[in-house]
């Protein structure tokens, strides 16, 4: 563990004044400023980056490491915008190339999982214009019904956005009819990069910022909590990541609503910004770094880690993160179709702890809220199913 002492001497032996000061605030627990959030990217090494966000990390979390059983639900990959970066949604006029699930297919996946110790349900997927809110509204009603334990984490801000165009009700007003049907919570996703000049040319006819942070803001309101990603590693730069982590900064002191923070690393596999090359492993470190660091407000940190490959998450658990999300048991396709590291995105719980462990950390598990379930820092796991060596 990286104490306060070991940091003052890390500031010591660093040669830039500007560095030395974002060291000397880390220390005093003094917000960084957005030049300070973009100097670091600049000039920073990884190494001093990276040590100032780790004892951010160990102070706020010591060792512990996040996941949670859940498993993933994909109504529909059936999507009316047409975001350049994304590999898996299919067009409204290409329907028949897609899949659509209707409400007893759904419930079908749902009883899959009687019986086992899964705390939430991840639903999220295209946006198709015959699923509707009364759709998902019934559809919430029926998965709260028959499994009342089930944390409910659905919809993007840009599926709520058109849901709620579509029926003609303000976002106050369909945010609470689905938390009354049993939407706990929000995912991050949508998000992508929020300043305009790089919004419009990446996802230019989804919901914009604005709409973004109030569909956010309006959860928050109401009890719920959310997360956030952010889409790096494109046609970004770095002013654009600390404007956008700015953005996020600011409406989560105002509401407190945020639990986690999701940096998703741009994969360039068959979609429409193929030529755009992906950012090397340093620069995904650093990226999580800064947001530890930027973020101060954001009690959690997620690498996920089907997007950035095991070995990548394990990594990063030294670079600030304190989640690794979870089991993922799923029929997802998003990631492996955009070029991510794993082509089958399941872990056994003993996987994902074994994972943990290899990099002396202490594995949690929590639900969707951060509440402990299980500490397994003491359990002996003898499922090691993962080789150290290979991956
Ligand atoms: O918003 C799409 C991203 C997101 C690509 O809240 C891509 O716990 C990289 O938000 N390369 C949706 N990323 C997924 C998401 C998410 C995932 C896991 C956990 C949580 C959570 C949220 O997927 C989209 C977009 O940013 N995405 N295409 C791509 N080619
Ligand atoms: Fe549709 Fe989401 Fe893909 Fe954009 S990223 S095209 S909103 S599925």
């Not at 059983?69 to 028949?96: G, Q």
């Not at 029926?142 to 334990?149: E, F, Q, T, V, W």
């Not at 399941?346 to 379930?373: C, F, H, M, W």
């Amino acid at each position: 563990m990286i104490d306060a002492a070991d940091i003052k001497e890390l500031i010591k032996a660093e040669e830039n004044i500007e560095l030395k000061n974002i060291g000397e605030k880390v220390l005093n627990n003094s917000r960084l400023t957005f030049d300070d959030g973009v100097l670091l990217f600049k000039e920073s090494s990884l190494g001093y980056v990276g040590a100032l966000a780790n004892f951010v990390r160990e102070k706020l979390h010591g060792n512990k490491t996040y996941f949670n059983r859940n498993f993933h639900i994909e109504p529909t990959n059936v999507c009316v915008f047409s975001c350049n970066f994304c590999s898996y949604s299919r067009l409204y006029a290409h329907r028949d190339e897609g899949w659509e699930l209707n409400k007893e297919q759904i419930m079908h996946i749902i009883q899959k999982y009687d019986g086992k110790p899964v705390t939430e349900v991840h639903i999220v997927g295209g946006v198709h214009p015959k699923m509707n809110l009364y759709f998902f509204e019934d559809l919430l009603r029926s998965i709260r019904a028959y499994r009342p334990d089930l944390h409910i984490k659905g919809f993007t801000a840009v599926e709520l956005d058109y849901m709620f165009r579509k029926a003609k009700l303000s976002v106050e007003d369909g945010m609470r009819l689905l938390h009354e049907a049993g939407l706990d919570s929000l995912p991050g996703g949508g998000a992508e990069i929020f300043h305009p000049e790089i919004r419009e040319q990446i996802c230019a006819d989804k919901v914009n910022t604005e709409g973004w942070l109030h569909i956010h803001k309006t959860a928050h309101e109401l009890g719920m909590h959310t997360n956030a990603t952010m889409l790096f590693g494109h046609i970004e730069r770095y002013e654009h990541r600390i404007d956008h982590m700015e953005r996020l900064r600011q409406l989560q002191d105002e509401t407190h609503g945020f639990n986690t923070f999701i940096p998703l690393k741009f994969r360039n596999k068959d979609n429409d910004m193929s030529n755009v090359p992906e950012s090397s492993l340093i620069e995904d470190m650093k990226t999580y770094a800064v947001a530890r660091l930027y973020l101060d407000n954001f009690p959690h940190l997620k690498a996920y880690w089907p997007m950035l490959g095991r070995q990548n998450a394990q990594l990063s658990l030294s670079f600030g993160v304190n989640d690794l999300d979870g089991t993922i048991d799923d029929t997802t396709k998003i990631y492996s179709m955009a070029g991510s590291e794993e082509k089958n995105p399941a872990l056994s719980t003993a996987q994902l702890v074994s994972l943990i462990k290899q990099v002396k950390r202490e594995p949690v598990e929590r639900d969707t809220l951060y509440n402990e379930i299980k500490n397994y820092a003491t359990e002996d796991v003898h499922e090691l199913e993962i080789n150290p060596y290979y991956n």
